[in-house]
């Protein structure tokens, strides 16, 4: 294998022993695999990209020439995945030896000087960016010329799956999975799955014979390369296993489920929004609010007192449900909430808001102090919540929808921080592939009657590289139901990665853990 070739040789001085050895294995593995996919199974916001960047890399240089990168079904995903790619190549841009496009903004009668360079297309995993994939593979004989490798991002969100004709009683695959079975077919190309939650990937069988003629290339995948995670990476472990993480103790609040419901509906009989500073009903949104307030004013202050620039500004996620009613209900509470607490700050009597302010400080103050780091005096930091909340440093969105992330994404795909203290309000499309930074406050309440373990994963954005100082002031508020089940859900996780690690599944079986009492299962009866 070559390893000094003018593609990864730029490369491989951006990756650490460890995720360089990840690289060198996965492009080993792809003359292994035959037909069958190769799975880089990393962690929730770890970097995985990052990795399958620097295999296409190597790859180029091993006699690949076409790189496909199919992303979740989101214009902006796909969009902040095609800007990635021309940033991580700009060199080889600039030199004309490889071109970038996302497949539905391919360039017309594409000319053979432009098809001799190295080709890296982003599809949307959609039923109407698959196809056109394959027109463009066929009408420029694609596969017959060049050796194509796909990498499917996140391969367990739509790739896979099965439904039932309710005539027949047969199954099939789902639209967008067969589309992907279509492309294997026809382009015979190498196949790598990239996902954190691989379980419905495992589960699948050796060869799928759904009683049809239709070929089913392999899903299972043969082979898996364990992704690295850097230095200062915050996963499950950090929330849920005291004995890894002692500090852990002062993460975790319990909210009562009945707050739940109150998030759920607008019932003026249950709650009424101007009983926000008052009612025991909200008790834990509204002390979820005011830690957050001033737990960001406290590292405002850490970091000299300014809350401008990019190391000032702060989120704070409510994920509590889907539907765009409840959504808004909750921004209803929250921004009546706010309001009352910015009339508190410029009253001259502000006692009510000063006993709330430190209640949070010394909630606060007890992880601060045990990691070591500064602690500004209660006055200096009643005093900047009150500036907080008077000149409005606190700003709320919700975030339910596809034009939405269009807008509020930054130039580098992550949730645009607008003001010191970011309150984002939202459902399923704050999971997959949606990075927030300096994240300090995770409020979650989905709670299903049977939790699918993938999908609690992706919910988890609290995972992923956080600073200590920001950890310090880091809460987590959720039911003492709900942290059991995620508890679980990390231990079921972390044993999968271990026997990995350790070498056990050298036969090719692999144990998926689930709950004895069917309260958890691994993925979506679906997949």
């Given at each position: 294998?070559?390893?000094e070739g003018?593609?990864f040789?730029?490369?491989?001085?951006?990756?650490n022993?460890k995720?360089?050895a990840?690289?060198?294995?996965?492009?080993?593995?792809?003359s292994?695999?035959?037909d069958?996919?190769?799975?880089?199974l990393?962690k929730?916001?770890?970097g995985?990209?990052?990795?399958?960047?620097?295999?296409v890399?190597?790859?180029?240089?091993n006699?690949?020439?076409l790189?496909?990168?199919?992303?979740?079904?989101?214009?902006?995903?796909?969009k902040?995945?095609?800007?990635?790619m021309?940033?991580?190549?700009?060199?080889?841009?600039?030199?004309?030896?490889?071109?970038i496009?996302d497949?539905?903004?391919?360039s017309?009668?594409?000319?053979?000087?432009?098809?001799?360079?190295?080709?890296?297309?982003?599809?949307?995993k959609?039923?109407?960016?698959l196809?056109?994939?394959?027109d463009?593979?066929?009408?420029y004989?694609?596969?017959q010329?060049?050796?194509?490798?796909i990498?499917?991002d996140e391969?367990?969100?739509?790739s896979?799956g099965?439904?039932k004709?309710?005539?027949t009683?047969e199954?099939?695959?789902?639209?967008?999975a067969?589309?992907?079975?279509?492309?294997?077919i026809?382009?015979?190309c190498?196949?790598?799955?990239v996902?954190?939650?691989?379980?419905?990937?495992y589960?699948?069988p050796e060869?799928?014979?759904?009683?049809n003629?239709?070929e089913?290339?392999?899903?299972?995948?043969?082979?898996?390369?364990?992704?690295?995670?850097?230095?200062?990476?915050?996963g499950g472990?950090y929330?849920?296993d005291r004995?890894k993480?002692?500090l852990?103790?002062y993460l975790?609040?319990?909210?009562?489920?009945?707050?739940?419901?109150i998030?759920k509906?607008?019932?003026?009989?249950k709650?009424k929004e101007?009983?926000g500073l008052?009612?025991?009903?909200?008790?834990?949104?509204?002390t979820?609010?005011?830690?957050f307030i001033?737990g960001?004013?406290?590292?405002i202050l850490?970091n000299?007192?300014n809350p401008?620039?990019k190391s000032n500004k702060?989120?704070?996620?409510i994920h509590?449900e889907?539907?765009?009613s409840?959504?808004?209900?909750?921004?209803n509470?929250?921004?009546e909430?706010?309001l009352?607490?910015k009339?508190?700050?410029?009253?001259?009597d502000t006692?009510l808001l000063d006993k709330?302010?430190?209640?949070?400080?010394?909630?606060?103050i007890?992880?601060?102090?045990?990691?070591?780091?500064?602690?500004p005096?209660l006055?200096?930091?009643?005093?900047?919540?009150?500036t907080?909340?008077k000149?409005?440093w606190l700003?709320?969105?919700?975030?339910?929808s596809e034009?939405?992330i269009?807008?509020?994404?930054?130039?580098?795909?992550?949730?645009r921080?607008?003001t010191?203290?970011?309150?984002?309000?939202?459902g399923?499309i704050l999971?997959r592939?949606?990075t927030?930074?300096?994240?300090?406050?995770?409020?979650?309440?989905?709670?299903?009657n049977?939790m699918?373990q993938d999908?609690?994963?992706?919910?988890?954005?609290m995972?992923?590289y956080?600073?200590?100082?920001?950890?310090?002031v880091?809460?987590?508020y959720?039911t003492?139901?709900?942290?059991?089940?995620?508890?679980?859900?990390?231990?079921?996780?972390?044993?999968l990665r271990?026997?990995?690690?350790?070498?056990?599944?050298?036969?090719?079986?692999?144990?998926?853990s689930?709950?004895s009492?069917?309260k958890i299962?691994?993925c979506?009866?679906?997949?």
């Amino acid at each position: 294998m070559i390893l000094e070739g003018e593609f990864f040789k730029v490369k491989k001085q951006e990756y650490n022993e460890k995720t360089l050895a990840c690289i060198k294995k996965s492009v080993e593995k792809l003359s292994e695999i035959e037909d069958k996919p190769l799975m880089m199974l990393g962690k929730i916001q770890s970097g995985k990209t990052k990795s399958f960047i620097g295999v296409v890399s190597l790859s180029f240089d091993n006699g690949y020439d076409l790189a496909v990168i199919l992303t979740k079904n989101s214009n902006a995903l796909a969009k902040q995945t095609v800007a990635r790619m021309k940033q991580e190549f700009s060199e080889f841009l600039e030199e004309d030896s490889v071109e970038i496009f996302d497949i539905m903004n391919a360039s017309p009668n594409m000319t053979k000087f432009e098809l001799e360079k190295k080709l890296i297309i982003v599809v949307k995993k959609e039923k109407n960016n698959l196809p056109r994939l394959m027109d463009f593979i066929q009408t420029y004989s694609l596969a017959q010329n060049k050796k194509c490798l796909i990498i499917d991002d996140e391969a367990d969100f739509v790739s896979v799956g099965y439904d039932k004709n309710k005539e027949t009683e047969e199954f099939d695959l789902r639209k967008i999975a067969a589309q992907i079975n279509e492309l294997k077919i026809q382009t015979e190309c190498k196949f790598i799955q990239v996902t954190a939650t691989p379980y419905s990937l495992y589960l699948q069988p050796e060869n799928i014979n759904l009683g049809n003629e239709i070929e089913i290339k392999p899903v299972k995948p043969h082979e898996t390369v364990l992704v690295p995670s850097g230095e200062g990476y915050i996963g499950g472990e950090y929330y849920f296993d005291r004995e890894k993480n002692p500090l852990g103790e002062y993460l975790f609040h319990a909210i009562e489920e009945s707050e739940l419901g109150i998030l759920k509906n607008s019932d003026r009989r249950k709650y009424k929004e101007e009983e926000g500073l008052t009612s025991d009903k909200i008790i834990g949104l509204r002390t979820a609010i005011l830690n957050f307030i001033t737990g960001g004013c406290i590292r405002i202050l850490q970091n000299g007192g300014n809350p401008r620039g990019k190391s000032n500004k702060f989120s704070f996620i409510i994920h509590t449900e889907i539907s765009k009613s409840s959504h808004t209900r909750q921004e209803n509470i929250i921004e009546e909430l706010l309001l009352q607490l910015k009339n508190e700050a410029q009253k001259k009597d502000t006692s009510l808001l000063d006993k709330f302010i430190e209640n949070s400080y010394f909630n606060m103050i007890q992880s601060v102090e045990k990691y070591g780091f500064e602690i500004p005096s209660l006055d200096e930091v009643i005093g900047y919540v009150k500036t907080a909340i008077k000149n409005e440093w606190l700003s709320k969105v919700i975030v339910n929808s596809e034009n939405d992330i269009n807008t509020l994404l930054d130039d580098d795909g992550q949730l645009r921080l607008r003001t010191p203290l970011n309150i984002f309000i939202g459902g399923q499309i704050l999971d997959r592939g949606i990075t927030i930074n300096n994240l300090i406050g995770f409020y979650y309440g989905r709670n299903p009657n049977k939790m699918q373990q993938d999908t609690v994963l992706q919910h988890s954005r609290m995972y992923g590289y956080r600073s200590e100082k920001d950890l310090a002031v880091t809460r987590f508020y959720t039911t003492k139901n709900l942290y059991e089940k995620m508890s679980q859900i990390n231990d079921f996780d972390a044993k999968l990665r271990e026997d990995f690690e350790q070498g056990n599944f050298d036969k090719g079986i692999i144990f998926i853990s689930t709950d004895s009492n069917g309260k958890i299962t691994p993925c979506s009866p679906q997949k």
